[in-house]
């Protein structure tokens, strides 16, 4: 089955720029969604299909997909975005489709 | 607004049976996919399977086929996941949450989510 590779954890300091990678092979011809997880709390939609942003959401977070990798970017990082963020795609040629990454820990410093 | 409110805690054994409920409204609920993803603690996401609502038809990951049944009563727009032998590894938070529309792709991404059900599966 298709497997997507996040690092478990990423540490920023507030006011700078978080980058949360999501590898895989040749996701770059797969759609790639991004759920942001705080603790107790459902999963929410922050980026779909690659680059697009629910209303809602701020600006800051943007994302894109390439190669073998996809990326979160969280521009102007605040207090409020620590949270586990993780990746998605469907492969439909797999017995498990619907697969989600590990999930990368976002730690605000 | 959407809202996809799910039934609350489950304690089970072993080797019985559990099934969740995913009350939705302020939409259309046979318009849209429903899909289960559960989250063991400290765990990440893991997706189970979809409905479509209007048809009927599922689709389940390969591990959870012949254990895992998902149904809906339209009538009462509400969606079902039952899950029989139960073992300690089903301890898990299980999540429905709305997929794309059923006349669209079935990869859409997940815009609304339950609260969550948390099963605990002990003897």
């Known amino acids: 089955s298709y497997v997507l590779t996040q690092p478990p954890s990423v540490s920023v300091a507030p006011g700078k720029t978080a980058n949360i990678t999501c590898g895989g092979n040749?996701?770059?011809?797969?759609?790639v969604h991004w759920y942001q997880q705080k603790p107790g709390q459902a999963p929410v939609l922050v980026i779909y299909?690659?680059?697009d942003r629910p209303s809602g959401i701020p600006e800051r977070f943007s994302g894109s997909n390439s190669g073998n990798t996809a990326a979160l970017t969280i521009s102007r990082v605040e207090a409020g975005d620590e949270a586990d963020y993780y990746c998605?795609?469907?492969?439909?040629?797999?017995?498990?489709?619907?697969?989600f990454g590990g999930g990368t820990k976002l730690a605000v410093l | 607004q959407v809202q996809l409110v799910q039934s609350g805690t489950e304690v089970k054994k072993p080797g019985a049976s559990v099934k969740v409920s995913c009350k939705a409204s302020?939409?259309?609920?046979?318009?849209?996919?429903m899909h289960w993803v559960r989250q063991a603690p400290g765990q990440g996401l893991e997706w189970m399977g979809w409905?479509?609502?209007?048809?009927?038809?599922?689709n389940y990951a390969h591990k959870y086929q012949g254990r895992v049944t998902m149904t809906r009563d339209t009538s009462i727009t509400t969606a079902y996941m039952e899950m029989s032998r139960l073992i300690s590894d089903d301890t898990a938070v299980y999540y429905c949450?709305?997929?794309?529309?059923?006349?669209?792709?079935?990869?859409?991404?997940?815009?609304?989510w339950g609260q969550g059900t948390l099963v605990t599966v002990s003897s």
């Open positions: 949450a709305r997929g794309g529309t059923i006349f669209g792709v079935v990869q859409h991404p997940y815009d609304y």
């Open positions: 302020a939409y259309s609920f046979t318009g849209y996919y």
């Open positions: 409905i479509n609502p209007k048809s009927g038809d599922t």
């Open positions: 040749n996701i770059g011809s797969k759609s």
């Open positions: 299909y690659d680059t």
């Open positions: 998605q795609v469907w492969d439909s040629s797999s017995d498990h489709p619907g697969v």
